[in-house]
Each structure stands twice: as C-alpha cells, then as structure tokens.
C-alpha cells in the first residue's frame, strides 16, 4: 500500500506545531526557576486580613468577633483577652499584556534571548509568583478577558499568552473592559506611537487602575555600539537605512533615547505608576524582583 502524500503546507504546520510544543515546558521551567529565586526573597505582606497564615496577636478591642479570640493566649495573660490575627490574602485581578510585535524578536547576540523571550519569562514568572500568592492573573486582550487563578493558573497563562504568535498591529495595548482598581503591568520596548499609547494607559487609570510598564531592551539599542558600514533593516517592515559610518549618529541616537526613556518615566510617574528597565543581558531576577515590589506597593496603597 503507498503510504499517504504530505505537502509542503501540511509539513511547515506540523514542524509549527512540534517547534510551539517544545518550546511551551521549556519557557515554563525557566521561569519557574526563576520565579523560585525571587520568592525566596518574600515572607508575606505583614498585613491584617482574611486569610489562613498566621501573623500576630494584638490585644481584643470592642466590635472584634467574638471567634476571633485566641483563647489559649489569653489564657497565659490575666485579665486580658488576645485576638489572633492573619496576614491579608485577598484575592486582587492582575493582568498582564505583553508586546505581540515583531519589535521585541530581536537580540544583538546569539548568547543573549531575544526580548520578546526574555519579557515571556517575565510575564509567565511573575504568573507564577502571583498564583502562588493567591492572586487572580490573566492576559490583558481585546473583548471579556477572563482571570485565572489556583495552581494551574501558570499554565493557563501561558498557553493564552502565545509565544509563537507575532502581530505588528498589536504595538499597544487594548482597551479591555477590566474592574475598577486593578492592577495592570505592560511589558514591552515602546519603541511604538507614544501618543496611543499614553493614550490608552490614561484610560486605564482613569478607571481606576494603578500600574508598572516594563521596557524591555537589547544591550544594543541603548548603548548603539555599531561602527563603520552599517546597514538598519526594519524587523516589523522592508525599510532598511544604510550608514558609511554608524559612530556618527551614535551621539544623537543616545540622546534621543533617553529623551524616550525620560517620556516613558514621566507617564508613568505623572499616573503615580512605576516605570521598570530592564536589558536581556542582566539577570530576569533583577526585572522580577523590582515587578512583583512594585506590585506588592500597589496594592499596599490601595488597603
């Protein structure tokens, strides 16, 4: 029997698909790894609320229920009645977007991710972190998003954030119908219209939400350490710009940048927002931790 004919279209999607499925548990175990380090650095928000974990005891005071007594403590004190109180672990909605463009497939080395994988990591670790804490997360897109929450949560987010999906008109994100107070994190190089995109936080905080945009970079696109003949190709387009002498604009790129930068920090700042850098040639860990502080603030600030 001749054994069944494949073409070329049906070949490139099973090589997609096989390329989609093994990159998945790899990116999960990276940033679990990492999302490992940086929880060892946390012990609890130290704040009174619902919730199981035990934090301290504090004198019984009137309008405290009557079953929030620790009779075994007061018991060792005469004439005083203690209550037992527990950390805050109310669940809050965090939702995260990540750049879809072709912008952030770039790296500058081949030692170095790309930042669209190092801003995966980021997303998918920070998902993590954030289960793990009891907290709902989910992707921030267009239509009804849905939170997810509870150990498989990470996956959930993972699967839903599409690591092999490119769209050049997604440069900035949506305007998703989301509660009123949540927290929102944006991760992405904002080499984008600063217009719309200002546009689009303002409407989020405008409805209440508190945030943290993190930007992305290779160690390249700030320093602009290219010399002599030198040719710029678009990664979103066809353009491309060729230079006799790269050094000769390196000064006014520099300062051109971090005009973009200060921008970006003054948007942010004006919001009460926190801005974040990061470069894929230092540790995820360093982004992470400075996320999931500025998170941890936020929602101090709104008890």
Partial sequence: ??????????????HA?????ASFPALMIEAERIAQTVSAGFHGRR??????????????AFGDSVSAIDWRQSARIADRLYVRQNEWEASAAVWIWRDASRSLNYTSSASRP???RRA??????????????????GILNEGAPRPF?????PVRFLEALEIN??????SN????????????????????????????????AGNGASGVLVQVIDPAEEDFPFRGRTEFRDVEGTERRLFGDASSVATDYRTRFQAHRETLTGIAKRLGWTFIAHRTDRPPQTALLALYAALSNLSDQKQ
């Fill in 47 to 60: 704040r009174a609320g619902p919730g199981e974990t035990f934090w301290q005891h504090r004198p019984y």
């Fill in 165 to 170: 999906h490119f769209d050049d008109q997604a």
């Fill in 114 to 116: 790309t930042k669209r």
């Fill in 120 to 137: 995966d990591i980021l997303a998918t670790a920070l998902a993590i972190l954030l289960s793990q804490a009891g907290e709902r997360v």
């Fill in 173 to 204: 994100p949506p305007i998703a119908p989301i509660s009123y107070g949540a927290r929102l994190v944006v991760l992405s190089d904002f080499f984008t219209d600063i217009e719309t995109l200002q546009s689009a936080i303002d409407i989020y």
């Fill in 17 to 21: 698909a096989e390329k989609a499925a």
């Fill in 149 to 153: 929450h509870g150990r498989s949560a």
């Fill in 1 to 14: 029997m001749p054994k069944p004919r494949h073409d070329a279209a049906t070949a490139a999607v099973r």
